[in-house]
Protein backbone atom coordinates (compact mmCIF):
# COMPACT_ATOMS: atom_id res chain seq x y z
CA UNK A 1 0.00 0.00 0.00
CA UNK A 2 1.80 3.17 -1.09
CA UNK A 3 1.96 6.33 1.21
CA UNK A 4 1.17 9.54 0.57
CA UNK A 5 2.35 10.91 -2.32
CA UNK A 6 3.06 15.09 -2.67
CA UNK A 7 4.39 16.40 -6.23
CA UNK A 8 6.46 18.08 -6.93
CA UNK A 9 9.13 17.46 -3.89
CA UNK A 10 10.76 21.05 -4.63
CA UNK A 11 9.33 23.63 -6.52
CA UNK A 12 10.49 27.04 -7.44
CA UNK A 13 8.86 29.87 -8.01
CA UNK A 14 8.99 33.47 -8.98
CA UNK A 15 6.88 35.88 -7.04
CA UNK A 16 3.85 36.97 -8.46
CA UNK A 17 3.31 33.47 -9.88
CA UNK A 18 1.65 30.68 -9.14
CA UNK A 19 2.15 27.43 -7.41
CA UNK A 20 -0.03 24.17 -7.18
CA UNK A 21 0.92 21.30 -5.11
CA UNK A 22 -0.34 18.12 -5.63
CA UNK A 23 -1.38 15.68 -2.74
CA UNK A 24 -2.78 11.51 -3.42
CA UNK A 25 -3.85 10.27 0.20
CA UNK A 26 -3.11 6.46 1.16
CA UNK A 27 -5.70 4.20 -0.55
CA UNK A 28 -8.84 3.83 1.20
CA UNK A 29 -8.23 7.39 2.60
CA UNK A 30 -10.73 10.42 2.09
CA UNK A 31 -9.81 12.53 4.20
CA UNK A 32 -6.82 14.91 3.59
CA UNK A 33 -5.17 17.54 5.49
CA UNK A 34 -2.76 20.49 4.44
CA UNK A 35 -0.33 21.80 6.82
CA UNK A 36 2.34 24.07 6.11
CA UNK A 37 6.27 24.72 8.21
CA UNK A 38 8.11 27.45 8.15
CA UNK A 39 11.95 27.31 8.58
CA UNK A 40 12.81 26.29 12.21
CA UNK A 41 9.42 26.26 12.83
CA UNK A 42 6.32 23.23 13.87
CA UNK A 43 3.68 22.30 11.42
CA UNK A 44 0.88 24.72 10.87
CA UNK A 45 -2.59 23.05 9.96
CA UNK A 46 -3.94 24.66 7.15
CA UNK A 47 -6.92 23.22 5.92
CA UNK A 48 -8.83 19.79 6.06
CA UNK A 49 -11.07 18.40 3.05
CA UNK A 50 -13.20 15.23 2.24
CA UNK A 51 -13.87 14.44 -1.11
CA UNK A 52 -15.29 17.69 -2.70
CA UNK A 53 -16.01 19.59 0.44
CA UNK A 54 -13.71 21.66 2.40
CA UNK A 55 -14.35 21.05 5.86
CA UNK A 56 -12.01 23.00 7.95
CA UNK A 57 -9.82 26.04 6.56
CA UNK A 58 -9.34 27.64 9.31
CA UNK A 59 -5.82 28.12 9.17
CA UNK A 60 -5.47 29.05 5.38
CA UNK A 61 -4.51 32.38 4.81
CA UNK A 62 -7.31 34.77 3.53
CA UNK A 63 -5.97 35.63 0.29
CA UNK A 64 -4.22 33.54 -2.56
CA UNK A 65 -4.64 30.41 -1.14
CA UNK A 66 -7.36 27.75 -1.92
CA UNK A 67 -7.58 24.06 -2.01
CA UNK A 68 -9.54 21.18 -3.33
CA UNK A 69 -9.99 17.61 -3.19
CA UNK A 70 -11.93 16.80 -6.33
CA UNK A 71 -14.04 13.37 -6.95
CA UNK A 72 -11.46 12.13 -9.21
CA UNK A 73 -7.80 13.12 -8.43
CA UNK A 74 -5.21 14.39 -6.13
CA UNK A 75 -5.94 17.24 -3.83
CA UNK A 76 -4.07 20.50 -4.93
CA UNK A 77 -2.84 23.40 -2.84
CA UNK A 78 -3.09 26.60 -4.88
CA UNK A 79 -1.11 29.70 -4.20
CA UNK A 80 -1.43 32.55 -6.46
CA UNK A 81 0.50 35.15 -7.00
CA UNK A 82 3.08 34.05 -4.83
CA UNK A 83 5.53 36.38 -2.40
CA UNK A 84 8.44 35.54 -0.41
CA UNK A 85 7.20 34.53 2.71
CA UNK A 86 5.07 31.76 1.08
CA UNK A 87 8.68 29.41 0.82
CA UNK A 88 8.22 26.84 2.95
CA UNK A 89 7.34 23.05 3.07
CA UNK A 90 4.06 22.24 2.41
CA UNK A 91 3.00 18.97 4.19
CA UNK A 92 -0.64 16.38 3.13
CA UNK A 93 -1.03 14.22 5.24
CA UNK A 94 -4.51 11.64 5.35
CA UNK A 95 -6.79 9.57 7.40
CA UNK A 96 -9.35 7.01 6.57
CA UNK A 97 -11.52 9.07 9.29
CA UNK A 98 -11.54 12.37 11.17
CA UNK A 99 -11.96 10.87 14.54
CA UNK A 100 -8.53 12.24 16.80
CA UNK A 101 -7.69 8.16 17.45
CA UNK A 102 -7.30 8.20 13.81
CA UNK A 103 -3.82 8.25 13.03
CA UNK A 104 -2.68 10.63 10.44
CA UNK A 105 0.05 9.65 7.48
CA UNK A 106 1.88 12.52 6.62
CA UNK A 107 3.56 12.45 2.68
CA UNK A 108 7.54 13.89 2.36
CA UNK A 109 6.22 17.63 1.79
CA UNK A 110 6.88 19.83 -0.95
CA UNK A 111 9.63 22.23 -0.43
CA UNK A 112 8.22 25.64 -1.78
CA UNK A 113 10.78 28.55 -2.83
CA UNK A 114 10.04 32.01 -3.95
CA UNK A 115 12.66 33.74 -5.41
CA UNK B 1 -7.70 24.16 23.04
CA UNK B 2 -5.46 21.88 25.27
CA UNK B 3 -2.01 23.22 24.99
CA UNK B 4 0.98 21.53 25.11
CA UNK B 5 4.65 22.58 26.75
CA UNK B 6 7.71 20.55 26.23
CA UNK B 7 11.11 20.86 26.19
CA UNK B 8 13.21 22.58 22.95
CA UNK B 9 15.85 20.13 23.22
CA UNK B 10 17.40 17.64 24.81
CA UNK B 11 21.03 15.58 24.29
CA UNK B 12 21.57 11.89 25.14
CA UNK B 13 24.25 8.84 24.25
CA UNK B 14 24.18 5.86 22.02
CA UNK B 15 22.11 2.97 24.22
CA UNK B 16 20.34 5.47 26.66
CA UNK B 17 16.89 5.26 27.73
CA UNK B 18 15.53 8.92 27.01
CA UNK B 19 12.01 10.31 28.26
CA UNK B 20 10.60 13.57 27.12
CA UNK B 21 7.95 14.98 29.10
CA UNK B 22 5.13 16.69 27.68
CA UNK B 23 2.49 18.82 29.94
CA UNK B 24 -1.19 19.28 28.89
CA UNK B 25 -3.07 21.03 31.48
CA UNK B 26 -6.04 21.58 30.11
CA UNK B 27 -6.51 18.50 28.56
CA UNK B 28 -10.55 17.45 27.66
CA UNK B 29 -12.01 14.19 28.96
CA UNK B 30 -11.82 12.90 25.43
CA UNK B 31 -8.50 14.05 24.12
CA UNK B 32 -5.96 11.49 22.79
CA UNK B 33 -2.38 12.11 23.79
CA UNK B 34 -0.29 11.36 20.33
CA UNK B 35 3.15 11.32 19.62
CA UNK B 36 5.44 12.10 15.98
CA UNK B 37 8.47 12.01 15.47
CA UNK B 38 9.86 14.18 12.53
CA UNK B 39 13.53 13.78 10.41
CA UNK B 40 14.74 16.14 8.69
CA UNK B 41 13.41 17.23 5.36
CA UNK B 42 10.56 14.64 5.92
CA UNK B 43 6.75 14.60 7.18
CA UNK B 44 6.09 13.60 11.10
CA UNK B 45 5.76 9.83 11.56
CA UNK B 46 3.63 8.73 13.93
CA UNK B 47 5.03 7.16 17.18
CA UNK B 48 2.57 6.29 19.16
CA UNK B 49 -1.00 7.19 20.91
CA UNK B 50 -2.79 6.60 24.05
CA UNK B 51 -5.28 7.85 26.26
CA UNK B 52 -4.06 6.90 29.89
CA UNK B 53 -1.95 4.51 32.03
CA UNK B 54 0.47 3.31 29.79
CA UNK B 55 0.91 2.14 26.53
CA UNK B 56 4.03 0.27 24.48
CA UNK B 57 4.65 -0.40 20.93
CA UNK B 58 7.92 -1.96 19.04
CA UNK B 59 9.38 2.01 18.85
CA UNK B 60 8.25 3.22 22.12
CA UNK B 61 6.60 4.00 25.56
CA UNK B 62 4.20 6.28 26.48
CA UNK B 63 3.34 7.01 30.55
CA UNK B 64 0.21 8.94 31.37
CA UNK B 65 -0.62 9.62 34.77
CA UNK B 66 -4.41 9.06 36.53
CA UNK B 67 -4.94 13.31 36.01
CA UNK B 68 -3.66 12.80 32.04
CA UNK B 69 -2.06 16.25 32.61
CA UNK B 70 0.79 15.45 31.18
CA UNK B 71 2.68 12.18 29.41
CA UNK B 72 5.88 10.96 28.78
CA UNK B 73 7.11 9.53 25.73
CA UNK B 74 9.82 6.54 26.23
CA UNK B 75 12.58 5.75 24.20
CA UNK B 76 14.40 2.87 25.20
CA UNK B 77 18.05 2.57 23.78
CA UNK B 78 18.21 5.56 21.63
CA UNK B 79 20.64 5.01 18.43
CA UNK B 80 21.88 8.25 16.34
CA UNK B 81 19.37 7.43 14.00
CA UNK B 82 16.66 8.67 16.70
CA UNK B 83 17.90 12.21 16.06
CA UNK B 84 15.11 14.14 15.53
CA UNK B 85 12.06 16.05 16.45
CA UNK B 86 9.27 14.38 18.53
CA UNK B 87 6.28 15.97 18.84
CA UNK B 88 3.59 16.30 21.52
CA UNK B 89 -0.27 16.59 20.25
CA UNK B 90 -3.53 16.36 22.10
CA UNK B 91 -6.20 16.42 19.52
CA UNK B 92 -9.27 19.06 20.25
CA UNK B 93 -12.48 17.69 22.17
CA UNK B 94 -16.01 16.72 21.13
CA UNK B 95 -16.44 18.43 17.73
CA UNK B 96 -13.01 17.61 16.63
CA UNK B 97 -12.03 18.01 12.76
CA UNK B 98 -9.06 15.59 13.26
CA UNK B 99 -6.61 18.35 12.33
CA UNK B 100 -3.46 18.48 14.60
CA UNK B 101 -2.00 21.48 16.46
CA UNK B 102 1.77 20.89 16.64
CA UNK B 103 3.32 22.92 19.11
CA UNK B 104 7.54 23.72 18.67
CA UNK B 105 8.27 20.08 19.57
CA UNK B 106 11.98 18.80 21.66
CA UNK B 107 14.68 18.31 19.28
CA UNK B 108 16.48 15.30 20.22
CA UNK B 109 20.11 14.98 19.40
CA UNK B 110 21.65 11.12 19.95
CA UNK B 111 25.71 11.51 20.38
CA UNK B 112 27.79 8.72 19.81
Known amino acids: NAGVMQNPRHLVRRRGQEARLRCSPMKGHSHVYWYRQLPEEGLKFMVY????????ESGMPKERFSAEFPKEGPSILRIQQVVRGDSAAYFC?????????????FGPGTRLLVL | LAKTTQPISMDSYEGQEVNITCSHN???????ITWYQQFPSQGPRFIIQGYKTKVTNEVASLFIPADRKSSTLSLPRVSLSDTAVYYCLVALGSGNTGKLIFGQGTTLQVKP
Open chain 1, 93 to 105: ASSPSRTQQETQY
Open chain 2, 26 to 32: NIATNDY
Open chain 1, 49 to 56: LQKENIID
